[in-house]
């Protein structure tokens, strides 16, 4: 596998391998059990330069770029599963947004922390009955009041709100402009009343990295943390999710390499007539299956990621590669759960858990039947999935330079 990436992408693997091992995997059971908040792992992580691969260097980044976020976004997810489902809000969509939309004070302000570690990350879109059209469903309204937005409404599926700090939210400043009426705010949750967060019992997730529910009952959001200008926040949402689906793709890979990990454990320690099952053709049957799919789904995962790091068009492999990356998790978790046999279903093997993350991956975070629609579209012809590649004015996250046009006033 060392020659899919350069080998200062592999230092960062082994790294990441190294602080999983002997950090975070020995403690999760433990805080699995306990409910809380690992927040102690997330700031070791940070320090470690785990969130900071697709940000420069002057706002505590590495610059690395988004193959080797999505290599630590990989095995992240591969060693626990768990641990990794703050990835994103920490390293990818909510610093991403604030950092190509917002202005010089935002960015220094916001984005160093949150790479780091030290303040934890929300990024909400997604309404009650919104779906995949999030946007156009919107109900949550923000109304400027002098120095402040008084947002009321509610969100679904926010993850770690209930835990965060500084987070991104999308509210509508005009209700009559459809998703032109869209707005982006940073909202600091602990500093401000009229924001509560509740957990969604999830089968099968995590009880200490969760969910949630969010309600808003005139939260104030100060008018300077407004990201860009009012009816920008599509443009910003859609950019960051863009980026955002390559490391979620990615996710799902680790969980597809863990299945097949313990899978070809299992089979060759479980003993059946004196030979393990491994020796029987149908397990090797499913056997071969993950390992051919794992394969497929790391080309195109690193393939995508490799061409948002040159700067070209990606949208379209984004989503071929979250779409088949996110089959190739749900395909290998119920073919380990086989192989397991009843085991597989004992909470005394993490298949029965990595299962739940399988199905979350396929229909989380861009739906399967989402990225089937703008594959399907784009071959054809009917809408051309890379149509909007390059038209941004918002700042370009591989530049060092963050005085850009986004910092004009």
């Not at 699995?32 to 927040?39: H, L, Q, T």
């Not at 470690?48 to 290599?71: D, H």
């Not at 969509?93 to 160093?112: L, N």
């Amino acid at each position: 596998m060392d020659d899919l990436f350069p080998e200062e992408i592999g230092l960062i693997r082994d790294s990441v391998n190294r602080f999983m091992e002997t950090e975070v995997v020995p403690k999760m059971d433990a805080i699995e059990a306990a409910g809380e908040f690992p927040r102690d792992l997330v700031l070791r992580a940070g320090a470690a330069g785990f969130y900071g691969n697709l940000f420069p260097e002057s706002v505590g980044g590495s610059g690395m770029g988004y193959l080797a976020a999505a290599v630590v976004s990989e095995e992240l997810a591969r060693n626990d599963v768990r641990f990794a489902a703050c990835f994103n809000q920490q390293a990818a969509t909510c610093p991403y947004c604030i950092f190509t939309a917002g202005s010089v004070e935002q960015v220094v302000k916001y984005v160093p922390k949150l790479l780091a570690g030290e303040t934890i990350g929300m990024m909400s879109l997604t309404e009650p009955g919104g779906g995949s059209d999030a946007l156009g469903n919107m109900h949550t309204r923000a109304v400027r009041d002098g120095d402040y937005y008084i947002l009321n409404g509610s969100k679904m599926w926010a993850s770690m709100a209930n835990e965060t700090d500084v987070g991104v939210l999308l509210a509508k400043t005009d209700p009559d402009a459809g998703h032109r009426g869209v707005t982006a705010f940073i909202v600091e949750p602990k500093k401000y009343p009229g924001f509560e967060a509740r957990p969604v019992e999830m089968h099968g997730l995590s009880k200490a990295l969760r969910t949630n529910a969010v309600f808003l009952d005139d939260f104030k959001v100060p008018v300077e943390n407004r990201l860009g200008e009012e009816g920008e926040g599509f443009k910003i949402v859609m950019q960051a999710l863009q980026a955002g689906r390559v490391t979620v793709a990615a996710k799902a890979l680790g969980v597809a390499r863990a299945c097949f990990d313990d899978a070809v454990r299992y089979a060759n320690e479980r003993m059946v007539k004196g030979s393990p099952i491994g020796k029987f053709q149908m397990i090797q049957s499913d056997i071969a299956d993950m390992a051919a799919s794992i394969e497929a789904s790391r080309l195109l995962v690193y393939d995508a990621a490799r061409r948002m790091d040159a700067g070209l068009p990606c949208n379209r492999i984004a989503a071929i590669a979250k779409y088949h990356a996110s089959q190739t998790a749900k395909m290998a978790a119920d073919k380990a759960q086989q192989v397991f046999g009843g085991y597989g279903l004992a909470t005394e093997y993490r298949v029965s858990w990595l299962k739940s993350y399988a199905d979350l991956f396929f229909t989380g975070e861009g739906t399967a039947n989402v990225q089937k629609i703008l594959i399907a579209e784009d071959a054809l012809g009917y809408k051309v999935a890379d149509r909007h590649h390059g038209k941004t004015k918002f700042r370009d996250p591989r530049s060092d330079d963050i005085v850009g046009p986004a910092a004009a006033e």
